[in-house]
């Protein structure tokens, strides 16, 4: 468990804080692509790390990220029109490029150079993957754009989505961190508990192996007399997982294999927006539309399901449709959806849990040494020093991987290739 003082630590994350200044020392997406459909389209808004923003799409097609308010008299710029290179406050006319350049002052005489004087604040983006990434930091330290595989991906072999989720962004990430309670929480089991007393089944071996770009965790589990089920998870600093679903148990028939993953990024201390990417293993198979609207319904993402704000419409005011005749007959929870089970779990901690109120047990120790990993960055910042993992170079070559295995062999020898980009 960790102290209050270190649960403070880990999970404010406003300018100035300990974490708030170190997660302005990576890049993180802010918006999907999808959301900014067109050039000089209407803009939108932003919440990042406490910072409301606008987002909009220049006439170049490039992404502009500035602050929610004009500096002349904090008009709103939400409002404003989008037009020729920049995004003008319809309050008095003063227009900013996406690099927060005022180019043009109405309101002032002609030959005044007071807009020479006026900048509004904004901060560097990149596209790749399906996501708006942003940079928060100082300029001077911006590291590699983000060069993760599923950025690599083309869009036919590729699906990015998003869903706000009312909890702090640690809890979020603990969960997509702890394999065991997959077997548990997210059960389809007819109303038998029977699975419950199998251990062996239900609780994989862990292990935890440190790197320059997070860790990598494995749980195994034993199928049948002579093979072993494995899968090797990817945690990328800060708040990035990745795992596949490939050659396991949950793979079915006419089942594309894939690699999948969260991005759980903090719009405040309370709040989280989920990004969730999908794509194919094999650089020659695409993942079709159905598949990928299939996914989306099956993790309660579904159009009928996400309301306007990328909230879900299952959540606290209705106690998440929980189910208690569909509790006892057919699904472990008696609420539909997976991520909407995480939700109702995560959420309904309350908005930031008191870490130093938890008995952890031997099944947490991805979630233990994750928590170890950010207190760190946030000493080395304060030190002066890089944090682990901003460097692309660390991660561009990292998968997930989902195998089945001889039991008498090392996952690492009987397919060592599981765990390198393709793409």
């Known amino acids: 468990m960790l102290s209050r003082e270190e649960n403070e630590r880990l999970t404010r ?3 100035g804080t300990p974490m708030g200044e170190t997660l302005r020392r990576y890049w993180m997406p802010c918006a999907l692509s999808a959301e900014l459909p067109e050039n000089d389209g209407a803009p939108i808004r932003v919440r990042l790390l406490g910072e409301d923003l606008v987002a909009f799409r220049d006439t170049t097609g490039a992404v502009g990220l500035v602050d929610a308010f004009c500096p002349h008299r904090r008009a709103p710029m939400f409002f404003g029109r989008n037009e020729e290179c920049g995004l003008r406050c319809v309050y008095h006319g003063w227009k900013f490029d996406r690099d927060g350049t005022c180019v043009d002052m109405p309101s002032e005489p002609a030959d005044s150079l007071f807009k020479t004087k006026v900048t509004i604040a904004a901060y560097p983006t990149y596209e790749a993957g399906g996501f708006v990434w942003a940079y928060l930091g100082p300029r001077a330290l911006m590291p590699d754009v983000p060069d993760y595989e599923f950025c690599r991906v083309p869009p036919t072999h590729g ?13 979020a990430l603990e969960g997509g961190l702890d394999s065991v309670h997959a077997t548990i929480l997210h059960a389809d089991n007819g109303g038998d508990l029977s699975f419950l007393a199998n251990f062996e089944r239900l609780v994989p071996r862990l ?6 770009y997070g860790y990598y965790y494995i749980g195994q ?19 990035t997982q990745m795992r596949g679903t490939v050659d396991g148990p949950f793979r079915r028939a006419g089942f ?28 020659a198979v695409p993942l079709t539309p159905e598949e990928i609207a299939a996914s989306e319904r099956s993790f309660g993402r579904g159009p009928e ?16 449709e929980l189910d208690r005749a569909r509790q006892r007959t057919t699904s472990f929870s008696g609420i539909v959806g997976v991520n909407t089970q995480d939700n109702a779990l995560q959420e309904g901690m309350g908005p930031i849990v008191d870490r130093s109120l938890e008995r952890l047990g031997t099944t947490d120790r991805a979630i233990i040494v994750m928590r170890q990993l950010l207190l760190e960055a946030t000493r080395d910042v304060e030190a002066g020093r890089s944090p682990r993992g901003t460097s692309a170079a660390s991660y561009r070559s990292v998968r997930a991987a989902d195998v089945v295995i001889p039991r008498d062999r090392p996952w690492e020898s009987a397919r060592p290739d599981a765990v390198i980009a393709r793409f």
């Not at 699906?159 to 809890?171: E, I, L």
């Not at 903090?266 to 794509?279: F, L, M, S």
């Not at 399901?305 to 998440?320: A, I, V």
């Open 159 to 171: 699906h990015a989505s998003k869903n706000k989720q009312f909890s702090n962004y640690a809890q």
């Open 305 to 320: 399901n996400l309301l306007p704000d990328y909230s879900l419409r299952q959540n606290r005011s209705n106690d998440y």
């Open 13 to 15: 994350v406003g300018a």
């Open 256 to 283: 594309t294999p894939r690699i999948d993953g969260h991005i759980w990024v903090p719009i405040d201390d309370e709040t989280t927006c989920v990004y969730h990417y999908t794509y194919s293993y094999d650089p």
């Open 221 to 239: 589990r034993d199928i049948g007399d002579d093979a072993s089920w494995v899968r090797v998870y990817q945690y990328l600093m800060p708040f």
């Open 207 to 212: 292990d935890v192996v440190k790197t320059d």
